[in-house]
């Protein structure tokens, strides 16, 4: 849980790695009348990821880090993070895996969203795996980032049915939909 102190939003900034349609609808619901965050930061480990093109456009703070040293990266971050009073931080298809050291600093501060109903298929290729394995539903997950890949406290979570005719392309396309709406809400959650 986050507190609200007065007026002031949360300053939050997005971990992007690639397409970044997550971090596209999580700024625009920000934007939104009663949202408790606001946008300030967009971190990505990939100089090439098609968001930064969005976060460009939005007019937002960019940071590029290469990540070959994750201990010094991971350092530099921080302090760039306490200097823009960064309170949340939103990985949004983010393929780096955060020291432990970095996440103990942001305890309880740091989301990920999943495309699978955790703890069901932890990592990558979810949608392959959840299809091979005959599931009849899939869905998303938002959680609270711990040391365990992709096992830290589940927020929210959104079930979608999975048909005959799935294939992992049009299931992560159904669920990606999902994503768009539950990262926010799950965001409203714990921010009180
Ligand atoms: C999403 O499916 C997210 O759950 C996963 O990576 C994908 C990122 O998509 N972690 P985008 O970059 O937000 O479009």
């Known amino acids: 849980m986050i507190k609200l102190i007065g007026l002031n939003k949360i300053k939050t900034a997005i971990f992007i790695s690639g397409n970044g349609?997550?971090?596209?609808?999580?700024?625009?619901?920000?934007?939104?009348?009663?949202?408790?965050?606001?946008?300030?930061?967009?971190?990505?480990?990939?100089?090439?990821?098609?968001?930064?093109?969005y976060a460009k456009k939005f007019k937002l703070k960019i940071k590029i880090y290469q990540f070959e040293n994750k201990q010094i990266t991971e350092n530099k971050l921080l302090n760039y993070l306490k200097k823009n009073n960064i309170k949340l931080i939103c990985l949004a298809g983010f393929m780096k895996i955060l020291r432990k050291n970095f996440i103990k600093k942001f305890n309880g501060k740091i989301l990920n969203i999943h495309p699978s109903l955790l703890p069901k298929f932890k990592g990558l290729n979810t949608h392959e795996r959840a299809i091979q394995n005959k599931e009849k539903f899939s869905g998303c997950t938002v959680h609270y980032v711990s040391s365990k890949l992709?096992?830290?406290?589940?927020?929210?979570?959104?079930?979608?049915?999975?048909?005959?005719?799935?294939?992992s392309k049009s299931l992560a396309k159904k669920v990606l939909k999902q994503e768009h709406i539950l990262y926010f809400k799950a965001i409203k959650k714990i921010i009180f």
């Open 21 to 53: 349609s997550n971090f596209k609808r999580l700024y625009k619901l920000s934007l939104s009348k009663g949202s408790p965050i606001t946008v300030c930061l967009v971190v990505s480990d990939n100089k090439n990821a098609k968001g930064l093109i």
């Open 150 to 167: 992709d096992s830290g406290k589940i927020i929210l979570q959104k079930k979608v049915k999975i048909n005959k005719k799935d294939t």
